[in-house]
């Protein structure tokens, strides 16, 4: 839903089924910002963030964590200081979710080409 809601507001988007994937991937393409859901099959999302903030490039990408996952506070702890916002899904609206993703993109790639 989020994708296509991206590529229809002209939005280069690459998917990842899962954290594994999406770090092989980053091998060849360096995104601007990274939407993660936390739930994923084979490395969840927690995995996902400490391997990418392993590296180099990997450190300064912005990451929007976009979940239904009830977070508890120890995960929310982890998330601190790792991941620019976090957007529990049960807590919006389809529309509002997509309103708030769309605002958050915005201001993140923004903000990422104004430091370049």
């Known amino acids: 839903m989020i994708c296509r809601m991206l590529l229809k507001e002209g939005w280069h988007v690459n998917y990842a089924t899962n954290g594994r994937e999406a770090l092989e991937r980053m091998q060849t393409v360096s995104p601007s910002l990274i939407l993660l859901d936390l739930m994923m ?21 912005p990451v929007l964590v976009i979940t239904a996952l009830d977070l508890t506070p120890e995960d929310r702890k982890q998330l601190s200081g790792q991941v620019q916002q976090i957007l529990q899904k049960g807590a919006y609206e389809r529309e509002r979710l997509l309103a708030e993703v769309r605002r958050m993109v915005n201001e993140l790639v923004q903000k990422t080409s104004a430091k370049v």
């Open 41 to 61: 099959p084979e490395m969840d999302g927690f995995q996902f963030l400490n391997e990418l903030r392993k590296t180099e490039s990997g450190r300064s990408i």
